[in-house]
C-alpha cells in the first residue's frame, strides 16, 4: 500500500468513529426533545400501493401521530376534526394514524362505519402496528405525539390539546403550554384498598372501610361492584365521577344489572339545581376533571344489600343536596318483540367478544341481557329518553345486524326484520331527582 495513503485512511477512520459515536440511538421510549428514528412501517391504509414507507415520509411542518383503536369512542369521534385541520392546514399539517389493530379489523371496521353514517377516513394508517408503540410508549389512547419538521418531538399530549388554534400557534412560532400526557399512572390495584398503606402493604385484616376523595389524575375514571371471596367483603369502587353520577350509582338498585354498576341512566335524572357547573363534570363537551370524585367502599359480605344505602348516607354527609325518587309520565323509548321465536336463539357456538359495538350487533347464542345493557347505558343513554324493555326475552339470542347503535330511528329500522318495534312510546317511569337541599332558617 502507497505509505501516503495512511493519514489519508487514518482520517477517514476517525471520522468515522467520530461519526459513530454523534449517531448514538436515543434513549426508550421517546421524550419531548428526542429525535424520532427514521423507522421502516408497513400495512399503511390510504397511503401507497403497498403500504410501506418510513417515519420521515410523513415530515412536515408538523406531523401528529396519532394512537388509537376500534374500541375507543374519543378517539373515532375525534377522526372528522382531525380531517378538518389536515384540510385547514394543507402542506404544512400531516396526520398519521396508529393502531395496534390488524388490517383486516380496520378495514372491516372503516366499511361498518362507511355504511352506517357514511363517513370515509382518508387519513394514513398505520396498521398491525409494533414499532411506534415501542416508540412512545403508552397506557391509554388516544396518544398524540407532536414532531417537528426535525423529526424532534415537541409535545405529548391528550385530545384536548388537538386544535385549530393550538397548531397554527404552532405554526406561528408562539410559545406553546401544552398539557402533557402521562400514563405513569399511581401504584395502583384495583383489588386493593384505595389510599391504605399506599395501597401497598398488609391489607388482609381490614372489614370496613369508606373513602371519599376529590379528582386524582392517574387514575382511570371507573366503576365496579366487587366481591372478594377470600376476605369476605364486598367493594363499591366510583373514580373520577362527577356529583351526578355518584348518586345514581348510590340510587341504583345492587339487584339490577350489573349488580347496580352502570346507575340510574341521565334521562331518568333531573337536576333542580340553580348552577349544574358543580354537579356535572362535562360542560359544552368538555370534560374537568376538577368537578370529579374518587370513593370506595368495602362492607363484609353479610352486608351486601346495605352496600347502596351506606353509600347514599356517605353522600349525604358531604353533598349539600335533598334525593327524591318518583314516578312520571313521558316519552320513552320502548323495544317491543311480536314473536320471540324470530330471535330467540337456535343453538350454536357462543360469540364470547367483540359481538355488540357502535356499527352494529353479531350475536350467536348471546344472553339478550346483554344487548339491553349497551343500549340502556351506553348507545342510548344520552337521549332525553329513557329505554325500556318490553320484549319478555330472558334467554339467549341470534342477531346479526349493521347500524349506527347511537341513532334510534336508524336502529329501528334495523330491528325490524326480528319482528321488533323500537319507538317512542309514553310511560311511567322511576325518576331520580337531585335538588339544593333547604337550610332552615332559625
Known amino acids: 500500500m502507497n505509505p501516503r495513503l495512511y493519514p489519508c485512511l487514518l482520517l477517514v477512520y476517525i471520522q468515522f468513529i467520530a461519526s ?24 399503511i391504509l390510504n397511503y401507497s400501493p403497498d403500504g410501506v414507507a418510513s ?19 374519543v378517539c373515532i369521534s375525534s377522526f372528522p376534526k382531525l380531517e ?14 396508529v393502531t395496534y389493530e ?17 363517513i370515509v377516513t382518508t387519513l394514513p394508517v398505520v396498521t398491525g402496528d409494533t414499532t411506534l408503540k415501542h416508540l412512545f410508549k403508552h397506557t391509554f389512547e388516544p396518544h398524540y405525539v407532536w414532531v417537528d419538521k426535525q423529526n424532534v418531538v415537541r409535545f405529548i399530549t391528550g385530545v ?39 395501597n401497598g402493604g398488609n391489607a388482609d385484616q381490614l372489614m370496613y372501610h369508606s373513602v371519599l376523595s376529590g379528582y386524582i389524575e392517574g387514575l382511570p375514571s371507573i366503576v365496579g361492584i366487587l366481591a372478594d371471596t377470600a376476605k369476605s367483603y364486598f367493594t363499591i369502587k366510583v373514580f373520577n365521577a362527577d356529583i351526578r353520577h355518584l348518586y345514581q350509582i348510590a340510587y341504583n338498585d345492587v339487584n ?16 333542580q339545581v340553580k348552577d349544574t357547573s358543580d354537579i356535572v363534570s362535562t360542560l359544552e363537551g368538555v370534560w374537568h376533571g376538577s368537578r370529579t370524585y374518587c370513593y370506595e367502599l368495602i362492607v363484609p359480605r353479610h352486608s351486601k344489600g346495605e352496600m347502596k344505602r351506606i353509600m347514599q348516607e356517605d353522600l349525604k354527609r358531604y353533598f349539600n343536596l335533598d334525593v327524591t325518587i318518583k314516578k312520571k309520565k313521558m316519552k320513552c323509548l320502548v323495544l317491543r318483540c311480536e314473536d320471540l321465536s324470530v330471535v330467540s336463539s337456535k343453538g350454536g357456538k357462543n360469540t364470547e367478544t367483540n359481538y355488540i359495538n357502535a356499527l352494529g350487533v353479531d350475536m350467536v347464542n348471546v344472553p339478550f341481557k346483554n344487548l339491553l345493557i349497551k343500549l340502556k347505558h351506553e348507545y342510548l343513554k344520552d337521549l332525553p329518553y329513557p329505554f325500556l324493555d318490553e320484549t319478555g326475552i330472558t334467554g339467549n339470542i341470534d342477531m346479526k345486524i349493521d347500524a ?39
Not at 21 to 29: A, D, F, M
Not at 404 to 429: H, N, T
Open 256 to 271: 339490577s344489572e350489573g349488580s347496580g354498576m352502570f346507575g340510574i341512566p341521565s334521562n331518568r335524572t333531573m337536576l
Open 160 to 198: 384536548e390539546e388537538i386544535s385549530e388554534s393550538n397548531i397554527a400557534a404552532f405554526f406561528e412560532g408562539k410559545n406553546l403550554s401544552l398539557k402533557h400526557k402521562t400514563d405513569e399512572g399511581l401504584p395502583y390495584t384495583f383489588y386493593r384498598p384505595l389510599f391504605v398503606y399506599g
Open 20 to 43: 459513530a459515536h454523534g449517531q448514538q440511538p436515543e434513549s426508550l421510549p421517546l421524550k419531548i426533545g428526542s429525535t424520532c428514528p427514521n423507522v421502516k412501517l408497513n400495512n
Open 404 to 442: 349506527d347503535m347511537y341513532d334510534w330511528k336508524v336502529l329501528s329500522q334495523a330491528l325490524e326484520k326480528y319482528g321488533m318495534d323500537l319507538s317512542l312510546r309514553e310511560r311511567e317511569v322511576e325518576i331520580l331527582i337531585l335538588s339544593e337541599k333547604q337550610i332552615p332558617i332559625e
Open 102 to 118: 390488524s388490517d383486516t379489523i380496520i378495514q372491516r371496521f372503516f366499511a361498518k362505519r362507511q355504511k352506517a353514517k357514511h
Open 55 to 73: 417515519l420521515h415520509d410523513f415530515s412536515g411542518e408538523l406531523l401528529l401521530i396519532d394512537f388509537w383503536n376500534t374500541r375507543c369512542g
Open 84 to 97: 378538518k385541520l389536515q384540510e385547514k392546514f394543507a402542506g404544512k399539517l400531516k396526520i398519521l394514524l
